[in-house]
């Protein structure tokens, strides 16, 4: 299948949502996006899987990444598109071919920018972390995702939105002892006993601290909670699992340590983390890009992939067209006028 | 196989253990009481699937239920019995053949009691309750349970435990607003409301009230607790599930309306109950029965099918060779010497 870039990007993110590219089964929209930059010569394309990394090479003293994930959640008959009253509907309209169809309208478009622009399309998001595409490049190849500053182009309802929280999951131990429940009083019960760690968790006040000018909003939280051993047995363990929100001028190994000491009292065994991204709005090209974009910036709450620029010392926000809110929902949908207002801001700002 | 009723009573309990009868395969050892009481002519011989009762007819103006389950537990490696200083060890040694061997002996030796007495046998007790052969018989043929004062030979070590509490599992359902972990305060944590209805049980204060002059200890209990929709989810549902252990001065009826009072601030839904059983010490019989066996009588705190006799209108005492605490374990063993006590004073206080 062909893209046609020099359609308006309303229809090319309808062309892009006819494409089916459920996480695992991008290869044909790689393919696609491979053939048509291919053929912009003033672009040199690598592919890594079903990733692929375009950039110019201006020499400019600057440079900048463009990225989005190519794939989608799986369909709900939302596909193939469909266009009513100025509104594109399909599955991935808004997370993310819309922001894609952005990035290749501006790669097609923008033929000298005033910064270098490395585009980065990539596969695997929206599924279990270590098959992310994005991650897969910065761990092999992260001199191809070298820049100053990163934007991805996640939906954000045409707000910048500053790095991200970090997020860490931990696993708090309450242990008792088992006792007939007839005879409770030879026992300790450990589900009572959590009653503690929930008392911590209600009393725990999250921080709202500052960052480069963004103000996150910390939060701690039981996501999940289980014991018991039978209906007549005093239960001698009992296991919460918290959820931590991190701002992103605290590292994971800092926001463990954090838990440890506020659960001091029972076991804590971290189950997963993944740290923040700060936003770094302080660079010169996340300013100008700022300035250029309009409208107050704000922190980003949630992790996203920008968290994997920041680890590799690149400060990077989420700016694109649609909302969030829509994401993975069966009626996800986007406003053609905010993909064409998205596309006409960078293409400005990018062609100085 | 036969039985032989004129052997001692704990070469008769090691011959019951090396018939295995797991709950719901008794059919072999409940034709060998069958084959074996139906024998003596001083007994009328009813038998209902795997249960039998066995009755003297001798126009006395009392009579007294003795009963006992003949199932065991799963085998754990210990079929056939050893006997060694006087202990014998064995699957169901002590929970409950040794009581079994006592109803066999006695209802061969004491062929004129001062009571008429009933000898229920009956099945699936270690088992889920509707399968339970008492409470099969109390339901189809309760006449055939008719009397005015029942003994449960399961192990009591010998000491005379008065009725049995009631046991009631009901879930709490502590109800919230589901939000991303991000935005947690979008939200309304069940989990962490949950803390509430532990702080509740934490802080509750049993009954122990003297019911037919015994003390009986009650207990508010979690048993299990489970929320928690995903890692990155605030969760909107919380399930306690509470274990209240009621005396019997209580129906189940009230019990359930003090649950439904203690957490009044929530979904409260009974799961399971079964009500308990008053001791009925007053009454001639179990006050013979008592002071025949000496020692001081104790309140049964755990539910046992005594219940049953209860529910018939019949006061009903535990009392049986053996140690309660060795039931279910691999290294059950009762003392012979304490199976022999037991056959001895049951068989001097029938004889009046």
Partial sequence: MDLDLSTG???????????????GDEAPLADAIESVLGSLPHL????DGNAIVARTELGRTQRVVLAGHIDTVPIADNVPSTISGGVLYGCGSADMKAGVAVQLKLAASVSEPVMDVTYVFYDCEEIVSDRNGLGRLSRQSPDRLASDFAILLE?????VEGGCQGTMRAEVTVRGERAHSARSWLGRNAIHDAGDVL??????QPR???????????GLNA?????????NVIPDECLVTVNFRFAPDLSADAAADHLRDVFGRWDVTIVDEAGGARPGLQHPAAASFVAAMGGTPRAKLGWTDVARFDALGIPAVN???GDPMLAHTRGEHVWISDIEACEAKMAAWLSG
């Fill in 199 to 204: 008392e911590v968790l209600r009393g725990y």
């Fill in 9 to 23: 990007v309303g229809e090319l993110t309808a062309r892009l949502v006819d494409v089916p590219s459920v996480s």
């Fill in 44 to 47: 040199t394309l690598h592919r």
């Fill in 319 to 321: 700016f694109g067209p």
């Fill in 223 to 231: 996501v999940a909670i289980g014991g018991g051993v039978a209906g």
């Fill in 155 to 159: 939906p954000t309802d045409g707000v």
């Fill in 208 to 218: 709202q601290p500052v960052v480069d000018s963004l103000t996150y909003r910390e």
